[in-house]
């Protein structure tokens, strides 16, 4: 008895599935009885000897119960009904059979096997009436072939769609992502760029200071040597107040008032050793503050150099990013007209 939709229908009857052959089938349920053990037993000694379907075996049920399931399975065409369980019970099967891995290569082949094996034991046990049985049996072999890839085409369909919003839920995130990291490189840009310019300036600036610090040591070395000229002229000029004084001495009373301008002569001479000195320890005090602040100066104009130099990497590096960024924004672009 066949009960279907019109669609179905259509479609047995393009195969060529009638009621005379479910009739023939059911008629046959005592010879596919006896021989169901011997087809099962015999189809699994060939299926385990495949090692890929012999892993997929173990890894998702046992022979045993596969084998149950074949013996339902061959003796279902012998009940003489097609309807939508019928249908139902082949596509979840299909789709099991594809979520698991098994590719639609084993499964038809199997069915070329199983009428082999079939068509070998319906000869020995009907051999006046095996043809009729085993023409039908091909028939609904092939239906249900076509149901199984019909199964496999749905839920490859649908793996195939949850991958496409997979890739377009990562195509979003990805383009988010490009989004903030270009808003990011156009600040990160603009602040390496601001960053490179101050530390440049800041170089500049004390390259510029240390310029001057080295001009002023080299002034403070100017007016060192002046106050040591000036020192041996003052001691020159305490000698000659001392010599003028031992004049002055002989020279008894005709020498008075020469001895107070040599008196006065010695005591300017050391009044002025006396301020040179002073001035002398004070360039020096300068000289050794010149020196700490020369060599800050130049610690500071190396960092600031190199603070440069890392700035400038800085902005290479962002407009690279940025170039990468853009690259990449144009690839999702191209992908999403695709």
Not at 25 to 43: G, H, P, W
Not at 60 to 70: D, G, N
Not at 271 to 285: F, G
Request: charged letters at 25%.
């Amino acid at each position: 008895m066949i009960r279907v939709s019109d669609a179905r229908l259509k479609q047995m009857n393009y195969i060529g599935i009638s009621e005379d052959d479910l009739a023939v089938l059911k008629s046959k349920q005592a010879a596919f009885a006896e021989i169901t053990n011997l087809v099962v037993d015999e189809l699994y000694d060939r299926i385990v000897g495949q090692p890929e379907l012999l892993k997929l075996i173990n890894s998702h049920s046992t022979i045993e119960r596969l084998k149950e399931t074949q013996r339902w399975y061959f003796m279902s065409m012998t009940s003489g009904l097609i309807d939508e369980d019928f249908f139902s019970r082949r596509l979840y099967i299909g789709k099991v059979h594809s979520r698991i891995g098994l590719t639609t290569n084993w499964y038809l082949g199997t069915y070329i096997l199983y009428l082999d094996l079939a068509t070998k034991h319906l000869k020995r046990v009907d051999p006046e009436d095996w043809t009729r049985s085993v023409h039908a049996l091909s028939k609904m072999f092939n239906l249900d072939s076509q149901i199984v890839l019909e199964a496999y085409e749905e839920d490859e369909k649908a793996k195939v769609e949850k991958l496409v919003e997979t890739r377009q839920y990562m195509l979003t995130k990805v383009s988010s992502v490009v989004q903030e990291l270009s808003s990011m490189m156009v600040q990160l840009n603009s602040s390496s760029n601001l960053v490179a310019s101050n530390a440049s300036h800041t170089a500049s600036v004390q390259e510029n200071s240390h310029a001057k610090v080295r001009e002023l040591a080299g002034s403070i070395d100017e007016i060192n040597q002046l106050g040591t000229t000036m020192r041996e002229i003052s001691d020159q000029t305490h000698l000659i107040g001392l010599n003028a004084a031992l004049e002055a001495a002989r020279a008894g009373d005709a020498g008075l008032g020469f001895e107070v301008v040599a008196n006065e002569i010695r005591k300017l001479a050391t009044s002025s050793k006396q301020s040179l000195m002073t001035i002398q320890r004070k360039l020096k005090e300068i000289r050794e503050a010149l020196d700490e602040v020369k060599h800050g100066s130049e610690e500071t104009v190396r960092f600031s150099r190199e603070q440069a130099a890392s700035s400038e990497e800085l902005s290479s590096f962002v407009q690279m990013i940025d170039t990468v960024a853009a690259d990449l924004n144009g690839l999702l672009e191209q992908d999403s007209v695709h």
